[in-house]
């Protein structure tokens, strides 16, 4: 971050009074510009004893399959941005069960809510973001072609779940090791 987002001037990187990180602070008009991790939210879209995917359109992991799943917006509840992110990506039309995995990607600044979603009906249309959308039974899901890994392990517990007829939620994270 080079200027101030309030007045413009040149920011520094300084420790403000009474914190204990570094952020870019504004020397003109004192503005603080805090930095925080996104939220990524999305669904399992779940009609019967099937799971809906989607194939990327975009990169990164252009090809790859994936969950419907995407930045929540301002003014949105976490079950909005989900239920939205749905439709957009899939076209499908889902209703909420229960918040299946939270996933902390720190490295990225990024927390993934995974909620476990029925679709209304069987109907669906991939979106823009989204070169095609099909339903997987579980034993058909293409584990080495998933795109992410908050995904890889959402679907995982998925199964854990449905094996141990269990509704539990799951805490994930990844972290990278530099070495
Ligand atoms: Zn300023």
Same mark, same amino acid.
């Given at each position: 971050?080079?200027?101030? !987002? ?11 009074? +009474? *914190? ?21 939210? +999305? ?15 975009? $990169?990164?992991?252009? #090809?790859?399959?994936?969950?419907? /799943? #995407? ?5 949105? %509840?976490?079950?909005? #941005? /989900?239920?939205? $992110?749905?439709?957009? $990506? !899939? #076209? @499908? ?10 996933? !902390? ?11 476990? /979603?029925?679709?209304?009906? @069987?109907?669906? *249309? @991939?979106?823009?973001?989204?070169? $095609?959308?099909?339903?997987?039974? %579980?034993? =058909? ?5 998933? /795109? ?5 392990? !959402?679907? =995982?517990?998925?199964? =854990? ?7 539990? %939620? ?10």
């Amino acid at each position: 971050m080079n200027y101030c !987002s309030n007045c413009g001037n040149s920011v520094e990187l300084k420790i403000p009074d +009474g *914190d204990n990180v570094a952020r870019f602070v504004c020397p003109k008009c004192g503005q603080i510009h805090y930095q925080n991790p996104r939220m990524v939210v +999305g669904c399992i879209p779940v009609w019967q004893d099937k799971i809906l995917l989607c194939k990327r359109a975009i $990169e990164p992991k252009y #090809g790859k399959w994936t969950i419907p /799943a #995407g930045f929540l917006e301002n003014n949105e %509840t976490v079950e909005q #941005g /989900a239920i939205r $992110e749905t439709m957009e $990506e !899939s #076209g @499908a039309d889902v209703t909420i069960v229960r918040l299946h995995v939270l996933y !902390s990607l720190p490295q990225v600044n990024q927390v993934y809510a995974i909620f476990l /979603a029925h679709m209304k009906t @069987a109907d669906f *249309d @991939a979106g823009d973001e989204t070169l $095609e959308c099909r339903f997987y039974e %579980t034993h =058909e899901i293409p584990w080495d072609k998933i /795109a992410f890994t908050a995904v890889h392990f !959402s679907l =995982e517990k998925y199964i =854990e779940n449905l094996k141990t007829n269990d509704t539990q %939620t799951y805490l994930g994270k990844l972290i990278r090791k530099y070495e």
